[in-house]
């Protein structure tokens, strides 16, 4: 039996649904509440029992700062998500595979002093940026050159300590749509679409030629873990890879969440038996 914790709230919805389904499949499941104050999830289960936690960002790296913590704890290999490690690996899918990896110190300077370096900017041209980390000290969004090269404001705005966090940084480009797709032993399996022309748009399932894109990034060797996130998108009616994500923190969407409760629940239960049993 594995128990899983969910933090209710976090992705804009209500966790009882997916709590409803990890219990039909005779798992435990305990609810970080704030509104309740049910928030000492630390004492929810002893530290010798599979723990699934599901939720944000701010508390899955709790989880992984502890010293002695649940198995797995958090569903993902975190340095397999970092931008640097799987760049390489899905480059002929990637929207931003022209872009740059590099200090964020580094970008406000060659932005100030010459930002013709960074594909021709022209002034009125935006930038795509995003932490290279998976755990995201800073949301990915657009930038003007300008907010660009005032360092310490960026760094304020986004609470960042350290100027020199390798960022990705991008030209801006039209995104039509977006999807997100559970990936399982090297299969799709499941998909829901999340954004239509920059608004919420929730949708099971993809298109035909997302779906091509999913397959291909599926069936090759490199898999960051046994069950990802991988995060799609149509660019002028082509599609491409935006990003991987760690199951953990990653909204499902319309994905099927009993198809994702029972394939995480036996890879987290794997990864418990490996560690306490030598299996």
């Known amino acids: ?67 002695r913590s649940w198995t797995p704890g958090i569903i993902g290999t975190i340095e397999h998500y970092h931008c640097t490690a799987y760049y390489p690996h899905l480059k002929p899918w990637l929207l931003n595979a022209g872009g740059y990896i590099l ?69 801006e480009q039209s995104i039509e749509a977006e999807w997100r797709v559970i990936i399982a032993q090297g299969q799709i399996l499941c998909a829901s679409q999340y954004r239509q022309i920059e608004k919420p748009y929730y949708q099971s399932g993809m298109p035909e030629i997302v779906r091509q894109v999913a397959e291909a990034v599926a069936q090759q060797q490199w898999q960051p873990d046994p069950i990802w996130v991988l995060d799609l998108c149509c ?22 969440l009993s198809l994702v409760a029972k394939e995480a629940s036996e890879v987290a239960w794997k990864q418990w038996l490996q560690k306490h049993e030598g299996i």
């Open 103 to 171: 200090p964020l110190s580094e970008l406000s300077s060659t932005v100030v002093e010459n930002p013709k370096l960074l594909f021709n900017l022209e002034e009125s041209k935006r930038l795509f940026i995003r932490p290279n980390s998976p755990l995201k000290p800073f949301a990915g969004s657009l930038y003007s050159p300008r907010e660009v090269t005032d360092l310490d404001s960026f760094m304020k705005r986004h609470y960042l300590e350290d100027p020199n966090i390798l960022v990705v940084v991008a030209p």
């Open 1 to 67: 039996m594995v128990s899983w914790i969910l933090e209710d709230g976090v992705f804009g919805c209500s966790m009882a649904p997916l709590a409803t389904e990890i219990r039909k499949q005779g798992h435990n499941v305990k609810i970080v509440d704030y509104t309740r104050g049910i928030t000492d999830y630390q004492r929810f289960f002893p530290q010798t029992e599979c723990v699934i936690f599901y939720g944000s960002l701010y508390i899955a790296e709790q989880i992984l700062s502890w010293d």
């Open 235 to 256: 660019s002028g009616n082509l599609a491409y890879v935006l990003e991987i994500n760690f199951l953990s923190c990653s909204a499902l969407y319309n994905c099927d």
